[in-house]
């Protein structure tokens, strides 16, 4: 197929473009950032340069290269810190799974594309009662903390919007596997605490393994969603302890909610205590996908026990 792919030069589309190349696709990537051009080449895509918050150009750019599918893996979260101000730090990603899917499906639609598939979210999406680990069918939750309640909205447009459409939205779990992922600076210099009785579900997904997804997804999935995510859903008081002693860090510290509240909010709370986890049974019975990292145990291991600080010093050092 013809694939269009919106944020070929990120975290995700890094991966998808030389998966889908080696099943034969022929891609074109898009890029935002001046310089990416030479990195979607390099992945052996077309390289575009997008914005896709432009609904005129995602129009041109869509009608001129003539696709037969299109992938929207667009978000804008490089530079997220702040989980107290969690809306504000999302405004932008946001815009990107709102406006930006609504133009990507305007532009698909009068271009005849037969095949769209969007980027989605899985974990602490789901209702916080009932059991830790929801499959798709599984209401979400309807009453998100306030501070999210935009960005739980801007996700439930783009399932609904896609999935409306004809397409597929993949909720994708946590992803890891990249070096330069925020989470992995706040686990090692211990700002990354156990919240109360660390009892938040986290489904994660390796980047490779989410990317094989897609392509599966791309070529046989059924309108709809589906979980992609890992064989184990764990709590915060299990996971979080091990990628501290895989990347060298001190283990985890335990605070009291009153005191994660205070100082990183309530949604930082209820994704250390409440959050629920995603099964990917659909995703496995009906896409025929099996993960290169079944469990985040193995996935962790992988990706970063060769970054403990001991080697990552001595990298910088080399000539
Ligand atoms: N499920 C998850 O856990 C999840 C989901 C998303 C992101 N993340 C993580 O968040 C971190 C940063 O991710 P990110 O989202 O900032 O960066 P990213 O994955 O590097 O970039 C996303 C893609 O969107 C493109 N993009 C951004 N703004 C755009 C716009 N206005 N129009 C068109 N394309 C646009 C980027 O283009 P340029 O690179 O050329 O600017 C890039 O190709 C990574 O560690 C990633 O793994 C996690």
């Given at each position: 197929m013809r694939v269009f792919v919106v944020g070929a030069s990120g975290a995700i589309g890094t991966r998808l473009v030389p998966q889908l190349i080696a099943r034969g696709h022929e891609v074109i990537g898009t890029f935002r950032s001046p310089g990416n051009a030479e990195r979607v080449q390099a992945l052996g895509a077309k390289p575009i340069v997008l914005n896709l918050l432009d609904a005129r150009a995602v129009r041109k750019a869509v009608l001129d290269s003539k696709p037969e599918a299109i992938v929207h893996q667009a978000t804008a979260l490089a530079d997220l810190r702040d989980f107290k101000h969690f809306d504000r730090s999302f405004a932008q990603t946001n815009r990107l799974r709102t406006e930006g899917t609504d133009a990507l499906l305007a532009a698909a639609r009068e271009a005849g594309v037969r095949r769209f598939v969007a980027q989605s979210f899985a974990s602490a999406?789901?209702?916080?009662?009932?059991?830790p680990v929801k499959t798709e069918d599984d209401p979400l939750?309807?009453?998100?903390v306030a501070a999210m309640r935009e960005t739980s909205a801007a996700m439930r447009h783009l399932d609904e919007a896609v999935t409306a459409a004809g397409g597929i939205a993949l909720r994708y779990g946590g992803f890891y596997g990249i070096l330069k992922d925020g989470m992995l600076e706040a686990v090692r210099k211990g700002f990354f605490p156990i919240v109360g009785d660390g009892g938040g579900v986290f489904s994660f997904i390796h980047l490779d393994d989410a990317a094989a997804a897609t392509v599966l997804a791309l070529e046989h999935g059924r309108a709809g969603i589906y979980n992609i995510v890992d064989d184990e859903p764990a709590p915060v008081r299990e996971w979080l302890p091990v990628l501290a002693s895989v990347l060298g860090a001190k283990p985890p510290r335990r605070v009291p909610r009153w005191l994660a509240r205070l100082f990183a909010g309530d949604v930082a709370v209820m994704m250390g205590t409440e959050a629920r986890g995603a099964s990917n049974a659909k995703a496995k019975r009906e896409l025929g996908w099996t993960l290169r990292y079944p469990s985040w145990r193995q996935g962790f291991v992988a990706a970063y026990a060769s970054t403990t600080p001991r080697t990552e010093a001595r990298l910088i050092e080399a000539p």
């Open positions: 999406r789901y209702a916080r009662g009932g059991g939750d309807p009453t998100p």
